[in-house]
């Protein structure tokens, strides 16, 4: 019995398989259909009323979130090309940005319009609208800045199927950065679109900035009806955002069409050497959106001991989150590798694990809001879970199980194919034949992989404030609690706290990240 599993682990595919589908079932398909059941049968009595939409404010919807992917994709375009495609060791720093709150560009920039500033004296001097179209502009920048590392991944895809010798040939033609541009520009132009439509669709989600900004958006109106509604009317707020998840499913559909073609990722690819002002460029993002914004929340702190008192007063709430983070952290890991083991099998195993990612894909661009109360509403009258932190995972693994599916069909298409036939050849391609051969290389890999899921678990507001159970803190409330009550004292330690705690990820993930590009191949 134990040399029969012990093959099955080494030459089979399935158990990984097996697992994948496990978590996919209950932590995405399960919480998708429940909402969607419940909203067509309590429906039923009420006709068509609560599946009715207001399409012009989806449109104007539609329209933000374009502008936020459009402006998104211009600012990751030059760091996709100096990274080389995320082949440079300090790719990490580029995805600083993503891994702190969507919020917390804007946040800051707001401290330089506030009372007794020249820009506040300014605003306050001119007409009503020219504060509100300035709140709107920063949070439309702030948003770009904090999307562009996703902009860059789709970005970063199409630079790695681009022959090496075209490159070569135009750094020696020494054309200077306006003929880089143009160039690259021609390269990306059918990426760009991709890197546009998967930001914007993301953005549709987005309410805690614009909700700030004052912006109504489709989202914003979902979360306000979802709070006000109580757990036994959410089905009509699930009804109503029955075009979020129709867009979403089209985008997950396209996505996954996308990635399922393993010729769109070469292996093995030559490497250009990036010039140095495109790579100062492409730092100069991760500067303005986080270290421009941690310098301005430490100059409005009145004194260093805030960040002492609220680490004594919020401990408990940062605890929790730490502790939520790091379960969601552990499963991101495991999927990424069974998402790659999976790939690797037959045509059944592909289609499979595929179905999975389809699914978080469909959950990690629907709004926060639409997944926390289908989740919430799932698992309503499981004590064990409704009444305990747990629930907190579910909902941030329903969110963010997104970044490890994909970061495991990017580590199966860009393993070389030498090495695949290899494996299929000595049958190791279970979960056992895969670590020993080539998943200790990509341990590295895997592990960041976990820690940016982490970090976006770690600063999630939209869905923990919708299923977080009653008298338990989370850094997420405190942060929304701080937002709305415009406590900016307490608000600009906390959010140095959490600057600090997201720098230590990502240096973290630059030296995994660098180890796992001089693994031996």
């Known amino acids: 019995m134990k040399r029969r599993a012990g093959g099955l682990l080494m030459g089979s595919v399935w158990p990984a398989v097996a697992f994948w589908g496990a978590v996919a079932s209950v932590v995405l398909v399960y ?27 989806l449109a104007t919807s539609v329209g933000w979130a374009l502008g936020v992917g459009v402006l998104s994709a211009l600012i990751a375009f030059v760091g996709a090309w100096a990274s080389r495609g995320w082949r440079a060791w300090w790719t990490p720093v580029l995805v600083l940005p993503i891994l702190m709150p969507s919020s917390l560009v804007s946040s800051a920039l707001n ?12 605003l306050a001097m001119g007409p009503s609208v020219r504060p509100m179209l300035v709140g709107r502009a920063l949070a439309v920048v702030g948003l770009s800045l904090w999307a562009s590392p996703l902009a860059q991944l789709v970005l970063a895809a199409g630079v790695r199927t681009v022959d090496p010798t ?51 958006t489709y989202a914003l109106r979902l979360w306000l009806e979802l709070d006000v509604s109580g757990p036994d009317g959410r089905w009509r707020v699930l009804a109503a955002s029955w075009p979020m998840v129709g867009i979403a499913s089209v985008a997950a559909g396209a996505l996954v069409m996308l990635i399922a073609r393993p010729n769109i990722w070469p292996r093995g690819m030559a ?32 004194s260093p001991s805030t960040l002492s008192t609220l680490w004594r007063t919020e401990s408990g709430a940062i605890m929790t989150s730490l502790m939520v983070s790091a379960c969601v952290s552990l499963v991101s890991v495991g999927v990424a590798a069974a998402v790659w083991i999976g790939l690797g099998g037959d045509r059944w195993a592909r289609r499979t694990t595929l179905v999975g990612v389809f699914a978080a894909l469909v959950m990690g661009l629907l709004p926060g809001v639409v997944v ?17 932190w747990a629930v907190l995972v579910l909902a941030h693994l329903a969110r963010f199980l997104v970044v490890p599916a994909v970061v495991g069909v990017l580590l199966a298409w860009s393993e070389p194919s030498e090495d695949r036939d290899l494996r299929v ?50 850094l997420a409330r405190v942060m929304l609690d701080l937002l709305h009550y415009q406590r900016y004292e307490h608000l600009s330690g906390l959010s140095l706290i959490v600057v ?22």
Request: proline letters at 7%.
């Open 31 to 57: 919480p998708l259909a429940s909402g969607l059941i419940s909203a067509i049968l309590y429906s039923a009595d009420d006709g068509l009323s609560p599946w009715r939409v207001s399409w012009v404010l």
């Open 111 to 122: 401290l330089l319009r506030a009372p007794g500033t020249p820009i506040g004296d300014w």
């Open 166 to 216: 075209v490159l070569e040939a135009a750094r020696l033609s020494r054309r200077g950065p306006w003929g880089w541009i143009r160039l690259r520009l021609a390269l990306s132009r059918r990426f760009l679109p991709a890197a546009i439509g998967v930001v914007g669709v993301l953005m549709l989600g987005s309410a805690v900035p614009m909700h700030l900004a004052q912006m109504d």
């Open 271 to 302: 490497e250009v050497p990036s010039s140095r002002w495109s790579v100062g460029v492409a730092l100069l993002v991760p500067v303005v959106a986080v270290v421009l914004p941690a310098a301005l929340y430490a100059m409005d702190l009145d």
């Open 372 to 388: 926390g109360a289908m989740v919430g509403d799932a698992w309503r009258g499981v004590p064990a879970i409704e009444e305990h």
């Open 425 to 474: 050849l000595f049958g190791a391609v279970g979960p056992i034949g895969w670590a020993r051969t080539v998943g200790w290389r990509a341990a590295m890999a895997l592990a960041s992989a976990g820690l940016v899921a982490g970090a976006l678990s770690f600063n999630e507001i939209e869905s923990a404030v919708m299923v977080i159970p009653p008298g338990m803190q989370s």
């Open 500 to 521: 600090c705690c997201g720098m230590l990820l990502a240096a973290g993930s630059a030296v995994l990240w660098g180890m796992c590009g001089r693994a031996p191949r």
